[in-house]
């Protein structure tokens, strides 16, 4: 599992990204100059003014400066401190500020190249000849500034919900050790008291679960195998029960070439433990089904029990039912179906899992 923080973006990608539009600018300023420099080497002539090439380079990289100075003070300064703060009242304050500089100095500019006769230089209609390019440029790199950070915080936001989402799955895995070793070891209590020389191959059975709960349990994913293994290995602890064994049963139906699915360990263990503790085994005519289907679609999980609505003990669904339903909202958002139902003093549990990964060769290996 990756240690790195949730929040922590891909510096090569970053990197990248950051050539990208680095080379883009250069592109879109070099053409800038380049088609300001052959538009003065044209309209210098015109208007019977002399065309120095070297001092036509000068002034359209001083515009092109100008230009930048506004353009990315507005980018790197104003949206982030102002604009994305939602301090919009300063933001357009100082951009109009700006504005208004940079068309001041690239009327001094002008002044610089062009001769004190020429007509109309210091007119305010003069003032407003920078409009066009400076605002085609401030709304460009506005746009691109603006896009960027909406799709920075959408990423954040993904990420901070991943974050609590695996925080909040870590916390319910938590809980289910106290859960598990309450209902087993009421169980092991059971028989004890029923049959005491019942109790060593009990704890023996236990002792492997646990091994499988310390191991395993604290997987993201095992083995579907190893899964159904040990609700075959917990239903055996619970048969050694007469009165249970005769009236539960655990049926596993594995398709021939069925793949071996990854899935949530303890997923499945909730159901099967609420079904033995509501089921009323011990009343006359109460029985127990729990029945798999693995095939190459995925799983179909069905637990069927007596119980009696009446019973405090039957009213009551526990942390465990609450428990898996966040677990699969969160594991499983779209691929599985839960269902449960009771009619006529029968409770059923059908669970379906669709579109579950295939055992990785790490996986295999038990790592």
């Given amino acids: 599992m990756d240690k790195a923080s949730p929040l922590r973006s891909s510096p090569p990608k970053r990197n990248q990204l950051a050539w990208y539009r680095a080379l883009v600018h250069l592109a879109v300023w070099t053409t800038f100059v380049y088609l300001n420099v052959q538009y003065l080497r044209n309209w210098l002539p015109a208007n ?4 120095h090439l070297g001092a036509i380079w000068a002034f359209a990289l001083a515009h092109a400066l100008l230009l930048m100075a506004a353009t990315y003070g507005n980018s790197l300064y104003l949206l982030p401190r102002l604009y994305f703060n939602r301090r919009y009242g300063a933001y357009f304050l100082l951009l109009l500020a700006a504005v208004v500089l940079t068309c001041c100095l690239k009327v001094q500019l002008d002044g610089l190249f062009l001769p004190a006769s020429f007509p109309l230089l210091f007119s305010f209609g003069h ?7 400076l605002l085609t440029f401030l709304i460009l790199a506005s746009w691109e500034r603006i896009m960027e950070e909406f799709a920075r915080r959408q990423v954040r936001t993904e990420q901070l919900e991943k974050a609590k989402a695996e925080a909040e799955l870590r916390w319910l895995r ?4 106290p859960h598990f070793l309450f209902n087993t070891l ?6 004890i008291h029923f049959n005491s020389a019942k109790a060593g191959p009990s704890l023996l059975g236990l002792a492997e679960m646990m091994r499988y709960l310390l191991h395993d349990g604290t997987r993201q994913q095992v083995p579907i195998s190893k899964e159904l293994l040990y609700l075959e290995q917990y239903v055996a602890l619970q048969h050694l029960n007469k009165k249970w064994r005769e009236k539960s049963s655990l049926e596993i139906q594995a398709a021939v070439g069925a793949p071996n699915f990854l899935v949530e360990p303890m997923l499945l ?6 079904a033995f503790k509501h089921g009323n085994l011990t009343e006359d005519g109460a029985w127990l089904k729990v ?3 693995h095939n190459e679609q995925g799983l179909q999980f069905e637990a069927e029990n007596t119980f009696r609505p009446s019973s405090k003990k039957d009213a009551t669904p526990g ?9 699969l909202a969160l594991l499983y958002p779209t691929s599985h179906t839960l269902s449960i139902s009771t009619d006529a003093g029968v409770y059923k549990v059908v669970l379906a899992l669709r579109h579950l990964p295939a055992v990785t060769e790490a996986a295999r290996r038990g790592k």
């Fill in 291 to 293: 029945r798999l289907v």
């Fill in 127 to 133: 003032y407003l000849t920078p409009l066009p390019f």
């Fill in 48 to 51: 019977k003014l002399p065309a």
């Fill in 319 to 327: 942390i465990g039912l609450a428990n898996i339903r966040q677990r």
């Fill in 186 to 191: 009421h169980n092991i209590y059971s028989l």
């Fill in 269 to 274: 263990i909730n159901f099967v433990e609420n």
């Fill in 174 to 177: 938590a809980q289910i050790n």
